[in-house]
Protein backbone atom coordinates (compact mmCIF):
# COMPACT_ATOMS: atom_id res chain seq x y z
CA UNK A 1 0.00 0.00 0.00
CA UNK A 2 1.01 3.75 -0.66
CA UNK A 3 1.28 6.28 1.63
CA UNK A 4 2.36 9.97 1.29
CA UNK A 5 3.73 12.00 4.04
CA UNK A 6 3.37 15.80 3.70
CA UNK A 7 5.75 17.14 6.23
CA UNK A 8 8.08 19.96 6.31
CA UNK A 9 9.93 18.72 9.32
CA UNK A 10 12.60 16.91 8.27
CA UNK A 11 13.40 14.87 11.25
CA UNK A 12 9.49 13.76 11.83
CA UNK A 13 9.85 13.02 8.15
CA UNK A 14 12.38 10.92 8.01
CA UNK A 15 11.46 9.11 11.48
CA UNK A 16 7.87 8.72 10.04
CA UNK A 17 9.56 7.27 6.88
CA UNK A 18 11.73 4.92 8.42
CA UNK A 19 8.72 3.46 10.35
CA UNK A 20 6.31 3.05 7.56
CA UNK A 21 8.58 1.69 5.15
CA UNK A 22 9.57 -0.96 7.98
CA UNK A 23 5.98 -1.74 8.24
CA UNK A 24 5.51 -2.93 4.63
CA UNK A 25 4.37 0.47 3.03
CA UNK A 26 5.54 2.06 0.03
CA UNK A 27 6.12 5.87 0.74
CA UNK A 28 7.12 9.27 -0.68
CA UNK A 29 7.56 12.79 0.59
CA UNK A 30 7.01 16.17 0.01
CA UNK A 31 8.06 18.96 1.96
CA UNK A 32 5.66 21.75 1.23
CA UNK A 33 1.96 22.35 0.43
CA UNK A 34 2.47 22.66 -3.25
CA UNK A 35 4.44 19.81 -4.17
CA UNK A 36 2.39 17.81 -1.55
CA UNK A 37 -0.69 18.83 -3.64
CA UNK A 38 0.80 17.66 -6.78
CA UNK A 39 1.69 14.18 -5.49
CA UNK A 40 -1.11 13.80 -4.10
CA UNK A 41 -3.21 14.28 -7.52
CA UNK A 42 -0.39 12.90 -9.61
CA UNK A 43 -0.68 9.24 -8.57
CA UNK A 44 -3.20 6.98 -6.12
CA UNK A 45 -2.37 6.99 -2.46
CA UNK A 46 -3.83 4.68 0.01
CA UNK A 47 -3.90 7.24 2.63
CA UNK A 48 -1.95 10.59 3.31
CA UNK A 49 -0.38 11.89 6.18
CA UNK A 50 -0.83 15.67 6.11
CA UNK A 51 0.90 18.54 8.52
CA UNK A 52 -1.19 21.16 9.07
CA UNK A 53 1.44 24.08 9.23
CA UNK A 54 2.93 23.73 5.81
CA UNK A 55 5.48 26.30 3.51
CA UNK A 56 3.54 27.62 0.07
CA UNK A 57 -0.30 25.88 1.17
CA UNK A 58 -1.10 25.13 4.53
CA UNK A 59 -2.71 21.89 5.46
CA UNK A 60 -6.04 22.79 5.20
CA UNK A 61 -6.30 24.64 2.34
CA UNK A 62 -4.27 21.68 0.27
CA UNK A 63 -7.29 19.22 1.74
CA UNK A 64 -9.74 21.38 1.12
CA UNK A 65 -8.50 21.68 -3.05
CA UNK A 66 -8.48 17.97 -2.64
CA UNK A 67 -11.53 17.53 -1.23
CA UNK A 68 -13.66 20.03 -3.09
CA UNK A 69 -11.70 21.01 -6.42
CA UNK A 70 -10.08 17.97 -7.48
CA UNK A 71 -13.03 15.61 -5.83
CA UNK A 72 -10.21 12.90 -4.00
CA UNK A 73 -11.57 10.85 -0.96
CA UNK A 74 -8.52 9.78 -0.04
CA UNK A 75 -8.43 8.98 3.50
CA UNK A 76 -6.04 12.21 4.81
CA UNK A 77 -4.45 11.87 9.14
CA UNK A 78 -3.73 15.52 9.57
CA UNK A 79 -0.98 16.05 11.92
CA UNK A 80 0.06 19.53 13.74
CA UNK A 81 1.02 20.88 17.19
CA UNK A 82 -1.94 22.30 17.68
CA UNK A 83 -4.52 20.77 20.21
CA UNK A 84 -7.61 22.76 20.75
CA UNK A 85 -10.95 21.34 19.75
CA UNK A 86 -11.61 24.47 17.61
CA UNK A 87 -8.47 23.89 15.50
CA UNK A 88 -9.46 19.79 15.35
CA UNK A 89 -13.10 20.75 14.25
CA UNK A 90 -11.54 23.38 11.54
CA UNK A 91 -9.44 19.90 10.12
CA UNK A 92 -12.12 18.17 9.91
CA UNK A 93 -14.42 20.92 8.26
CA UNK A 94 -12.03 21.33 5.66
CA UNK A 95 -12.08 17.10 5.08
CA UNK A 96 -9.41 15.33 7.46
CA UNK A 97 -10.61 11.85 8.24
CA UNK A 98 -8.27 11.99 11.21
CA UNK A 99 -6.54 13.98 13.66
CA UNK A 100 -3.34 13.31 15.31
CA UNK A 101 -1.74 15.63 18.03
CA UNK A 102 2.02 16.22 17.88
CA UNK A 103 4.39 14.37 19.27
CA UNK A 104 2.68 11.54 18.71
CA UNK A 105 3.57 7.43 18.72
CA UNK A 106 4.77 6.39 15.52
CA UNK A 107 2.96 3.01 16.78
CA UNK A 108 -0.64 5.13 17.01
CA UNK A 109 0.17 6.39 13.26
CA UNK A 110 0.30 2.96 12.10
CA UNK A 111 -2.56 1.70 14.53
CA UNK A 112 -4.65 4.98 12.94
CA UNK A 113 -3.30 4.18 9.24
CA UNK A 114 -4.41 0.83 9.08
CA UNK A 115 -7.81 1.78 10.51
CA UNK A 116 -8.71 4.63 7.98
CA UNK A 117 -7.62 2.76 5.08
CA UNK A 118 -9.79 -0.50 6.28
CA UNK A 119 -12.60 1.55 6.21
CA UNK A 120 -11.66 3.26 2.94
CA UNK A 121 -11.32 0.00 1.01
CA UNK A 122 -14.70 -1.30 3.12
CA UNK A 123 -13.07 -3.67 5.33
CA UNK A 124 -14.89 -2.73 8.29
CA UNK A 125 -18.20 -2.16 7.20
CA UNK A 126 -18.41 -5.58 4.68
CA UNK A 127 -16.07 -7.94 6.26
CA UNK A 128 -15.13 -9.60 3.30
CA UNK A 129 -12.23 -9.52 0.86
CA UNK A 130 -13.31 -10.20 -2.58
CA UNK A 131 -10.07 -10.54 -5.26
CA UNK A 132 -10.19 -12.11 -8.68
CA UNK A 133 -12.97 -14.60 -7.60
CA UNK A 134 -11.76 -15.68 -4.15
CA UNK A 135 -14.23 -14.60 -1.85
CA UNK A 136 -13.03 -14.30 2.21
CA UNK A 137 -15.55 -13.26 4.73
CA UNK A 138 -13.28 -12.34 7.90
CA UNK A 139 -15.59 -12.60 10.26
CA UNK A 140 -16.95 -16.57 9.34
CA UNK A 141 -13.29 -17.78 8.28
CA UNK A 142 -14.88 -18.68 4.70
CA UNK A 143 -13.35 -19.03 2.07
CA UNK A 144 -14.97 -19.54 -1.60
CA UNK A 145 -13.69 -19.54 -4.62
CA UNK A 146 -15.92 -19.92 -8.15
CA UNK A 147 -18.88 -20.62 -5.93
CA UNK A 148 -17.24 -23.86 -3.84
CA UNK A 149 -15.99 -23.57 -0.72
CA UNK A 150 -12.84 -24.32 0.41
CA UNK A 151 -11.46 -25.93 3.46
CA UNK A 152 -7.47 -24.26 4.62
CA UNK A 153 -5.53 -24.74 7.67
CA UNK A 154 -5.58 -21.82 10.16
CA UNK A 155 -1.92 -20.41 9.03
CA UNK A 156 -2.76 -20.67 5.28
CA UNK A 157 -5.87 -18.81 6.26
CA UNK A 158 -3.72 -15.81 7.86
CA UNK A 159 -1.62 -15.99 4.55
CA UNK A 160 -4.69 -15.44 2.47
CA UNK A 161 -5.54 -12.82 4.79
CA UNK A 162 -2.60 -10.64 4.09
CA UNK A 163 -1.99 -11.30 0.73
CA UNK A 164 -5.52 -10.62 -0.32
CA UNK A 165 -6.05 -7.19 1.68
CA UNK A 166 -3.45 -5.95 -0.51
CA UNK A 167 -3.61 -7.48 -3.60
CA UNK A 168 -0.99 -7.40 -6.78
CA UNK A 169 1.43 -6.17 -3.61
CA UNK A 170 4.72 -8.05 -3.53
CA UNK A 171 5.10 -9.86 0.53
CA UNK A 172 8.76 -10.38 1.17
CA UNK A 173 9.38 -13.91 3.09
CA UNK A 174 10.68 -12.33 5.43
CA UNK A 175 7.29 -10.07 6.01
CA UNK A 176 4.76 -13.16 5.97
CA UNK A 177 7.03 -15.31 8.23
CA UNK A 178 6.87 -12.25 10.73
CA UNK A 179 3.09 -11.18 10.54
CA UNK A 180 1.83 -15.27 10.43
CA UNK A 181 4.18 -16.43 12.96
CA UNK A 182 6.39 -14.27 14.92
CA UNK A 183 9.35 -15.56 16.23
CA UNK A 184 7.99 -19.04 16.41
CA UNK A 185 8.53 -19.53 12.75
CA UNK A 186 10.54 -23.31 12.67
CA UNK A 187 12.55 -23.31 9.37
CA UNK A 188 13.14 -21.61 5.85
CA UNK A 189 10.49 -24.54 4.35
CA UNK A 190 7.77 -23.36 6.70
CA UNK A 191 6.60 -20.70 4.36
CA UNK A 192 7.05 -22.62 1.13
CA UNK A 193 5.07 -25.83 2.16
CA UNK A 194 2.68 -23.47 3.74
CA UNK A 195 2.28 -21.41 -0.04
CA UNK A 196 2.24 -24.56 -1.49
CA UNK A 197 -0.63 -26.33 0.18
CA UNK A 198 -2.56 -22.84 -0.19
CA UNK A 199 -2.11 -22.90 -3.91
CA UNK A 200 -3.23 -26.67 -3.97
CA UNK A 201 -6.39 -25.63 -2.10
CA UNK A 202 -7.16 -22.24 -4.01
CA UNK A 203 -6.78 -24.29 -7.54
CA UNK A 204 -8.70 -26.58 -9.10
CA UNK A 205 -8.04 -28.56 -12.58
CA UNK A 206 -8.46 -25.68 -15.28
CA UNK A 207 -7.76 -22.37 -12.78
CA UNK A 208 -5.59 -19.83 -12.65
CA UNK A 209 -2.99 -20.36 -10.02
CA UNK A 210 -3.51 -16.97 -7.81
CA UNK A 211 -0.73 -16.97 -5.40
CA UNK A 212 2.25 -16.11 -7.53
CA UNK A 213 6.46 -16.51 -6.70
CA UNK A 214 8.03 -13.21 -6.97
CA UNK A 215 11.87 -14.72 -7.25
CA UNK A 216 14.06 -13.33 -5.27
CA UNK A 217 11.29 -11.36 -3.35
CA UNK A 218 8.38 -13.01 -2.24
CA UNK A 219 4.96 -13.52 -3.21
CA UNK A 220 2.07 -11.94 -4.20
CA UNK A 221 -1.89 -12.15 -4.49
CA UNK A 222 -2.59 -11.76 -8.99
CA UNK A 223 -5.95 -9.40 -8.42
CA UNK A 224 -6.87 -9.89 -12.23
CA UNK A 225 -6.31 -10.76 -15.93
CA UNK A 226 -3.89 -8.28 -16.41
CA UNK A 227 -1.48 -9.43 -13.20
CA UNK A 228 -2.10 -13.00 -14.69
CA UNK A 229 -0.88 -12.33 -18.19
Known amino acids: MRILVIEDDAGIAANLYDYLEHTGYEVDLASNGL ?52 DKLSGFTHGA ?63 LRILMQSPARVFSRVELETQVWGEALGDSDTLRAHVYTLRRALTAPGETNLIETVHGLG ?3 VAGRADAE
Open 35 to 86: AGLQLALSQPWDAILLDLSLPGMDGLALCRKLREEARRDTPVLMLTAKDTLD
Open 97 to 159: DDYLVKPFSLKEVGARLGALIKRYKGQVAQGILCCADVRLDLATLTVMRAGRQLKLPPKCLQL
Open 219 to 221: YRF
